[in-house]
T-cell receptor, first 114, second 115 residues
Framework: AQKVTQAQTEISVVEKEDVTLDCVYE???????LFWYKQPPSGELVFLIR??????QNEISGRYSWNFQKSTSSFNFTITASQVVDSAVYFC???????????FGKGTMLLVSP | KAGVTQTPRYLIKTRGQQVTLSCSPI?????VSWYQQTPGQGLQFLFE???????NKGNFPGRFSGRQFSNSRSEMNVSTLELGDSALYLC??????????????FGEGSRLTVL
């Protein structure tokens, strides 16, 4: 069975602080994909990144960066110089053979105050 | 291109009634998945349809059903509503092929309240 754990339920930071959202996963599949989604108050889940299990390169996109470590089954997400618009719930997710079937973590609510 | 469209956005029902939710995927996408989001259980997979066939199913009772039409639009139905069915129901579309790697595009959801 697959499992995604986001231990941080809620994080509060002040604007311009860096923040890291943790994600730990469990799977028996050798081929799998990891995702991060952002959910603003409107409810729509916004895709941020996808990583496959064979690509452990870290990725940076603007203020966002992701650290994938297979050895610790973690896929952490860092926002540099956070902004108020980053306030949202962030979900880490995992898919295996059923490519359109995602297992989500419980989410981390990020509150960025001015 | 247009995103995933879900209707209705909000609805209120009473226990015992049934409800039908609709989802129009992104043009060209053949896979539609449904997820239920509640504060207690989080996001849970309901089912996935690909080319009018149910391809995957989550662990939900038979009261939850769905279908997909030839134009890839999908509907999900919940019969004999219970209070615990109150949730945000999210629809997601994807190309559905293995190369998509599970990249899903979500709609804004239908928020169901059962009284």
């Amino acid at each position: 069975a697959q499992k995604v754990t986001q231990a941080q339920t809620e994080i509060s930071v002040v604007e311009k602080e860096d923040v890291t959202l943790d994600c730990v996963y469990e799977t028996r599949d050798t081929t799998y994909y990891l995702f991060w989604y952002k959910q603003p108050p409107s409810g729509e889940l916004v895709f941020l990144i996808r990583r496959n299990s064979f690509d452990e390169q870290n990725e940076i996109s603007g203020r966002y960066s992701w650290n994938f470590q297979k050895s610790t089954s973690s896929f952490n997400f860092t926002i540099t110089a956070s902004q108020v618009v980053d306030s949202a719930v962030y979900f880490c997710a995992l898919s295996g053979r059923g490519y359109s079937t995602l297992t989500f973590g419980k989410g981390t609510m990020l509150l960025v105050s001015p | 291109k247009a995103g995933v469209t879900q209707t209705p956005r909000y609805l209120i029902k009473t226990r015992g009634q049934q409800v039908t939710l609709s989802c129009s995927p992104i043009s060209g996408h053949r896979s539609v998945s449904w997820y239920q989001q509640t504060p207690g259980q989080g996001l849970q997979f309901l089912f996935e349809y690909f080319s009018e066939t149910q391809r995957n199913k989550g662990n939900f009772p038979g009261r939850f059903s769905g279908r997909q039409f030839s134009n890839s639009r999908s509907e999900m139905n919940v019969s004999t509503l219970e209070l615990g069915d109150s949730a945000l129901y999210l629809c997601a579309s994807s190309s559905g092929t293995s190369g998509s790697g599970g990249e899903l595009f979500f709609g804004e959801g239908s928020r169901l309240t059962v009284l």
